[in-house]
């Protein structure tokens, strides 16, 4: 009898802004394993890493596919999955980098810290093949091999957290490129017949469909949810008039705000994610392109926030803030031309709204009318009946405020893969759920 051997494969950085998809390679690598055999500990993963990363893909999204076989059969699984990224990965592309990873045996306590780093800060090349090294992983890099970093974060993140499902639907070659025949009618009905339990399936603010993507790519839709029953049962209620290749359920970090961590603003660098608490400093601005920027500090320093055009009701809270609130503020840190560091909001608590407190003129004692200023110092007058009164002061009036505490989230065509929806509020759930069960691929390469 053959040696049993767990083991976790990583793929990272193949697609390119013109085209391709890791989990397109994930899903051609899958059903090679079915092929060959293997068993499936887990649906295959689909690990989001920090979207602020400066040398991020589109959705910086690794893979990790984790299964039993014989250990023998491992030296043919790395070297196909060598061949299939030499085949199918955007390997021309500048900005396209791709790494593969091969790990045996159970998932290293370091390799596992590895991967909240890669998600929620940042991690070198160097880090990745340390470890590789130090844990005997198989690791190939193509060009810079930067995909070697994200292939181990991925191996390294088993989702042992809150996760969440998306069933991943390919074209047909000859259909990429051209506009995806999916009816958008079908798809605001299955939001209607599955929700809370999918998400992110369009923007209701513009009617825009968000779960067929706009590139070249494969892609020709994903379907979020909380499980693979509804998933599945989601994108069986879609009407498709093109051809579908295949699909695969992915278990995933989306919509779980894996990314987010608290931070003081004092340790605050560009590129981190980071949860921020602290008191608004200046009432909010709006800068040119819409954009609304206030000021929080907590102590430890002081940072602008930015609600970026077009955010909605976002936008409209955070132009309503006013120096003394308490904000929770969530976001990627991105720095200036001249240094200076924003955070770019991806969700904001209003946690206490200060009293806002304008100075008014005072009102004429005999006649009711508002006076007018005679100058600093001076005392005001009254345009009315002519009163003067060198002792009158301002008064401090209290003006309504328009926002209540609450959570605000930009609209979902401007949220990221990471980011928490709305609608999943307390249906976060823990722990891996085991092997894939009932169907999780099609077509199955051996029940065809
Ligand atoms: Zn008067």
Redesign the pocket.
Known sequence: MSPEALAHLGLDDTDSPRGGCTTYLAALLIEYLCKLGVEWVDYPNLIRLNPNAPWKTRGNGAICLRFRCGRELLDEVFARASELVAEEAEIWHENTHPGLVLLEGPVPSLIKLFAKKAIRSLVSLDEALKLCARYGARALGFKLGRGVSGALAAIGELLTGDYTYELLAYRTPERRGLPRAVEASSVVEMDEATRPLTFNNYDPETGRILITPRGPDPVLLGVRGESPDVVLRAFKMLRIREPVERWVIFRTNQGTDAHLVRRLVGELRPHLPAIITGRVERPPKTIPGGHVIFSVSDGSGEIDCAAYEPSGQLRRVALSLWPGDVVEVAGGVREGPDGRLTLNIERLKVIELAPKLLAENPR??????R?KSMGRGKGFR??????RDSRAQKTLVEAPRNIRPGLYLPPPRSQRHLTKPLRRYGLEKYGPPGPPKGVWLWPHPLRR
């Open positions: 004429c004692p005999r006649c009711g009318k006076m009254c345009p009315k009946c002519g009163l």
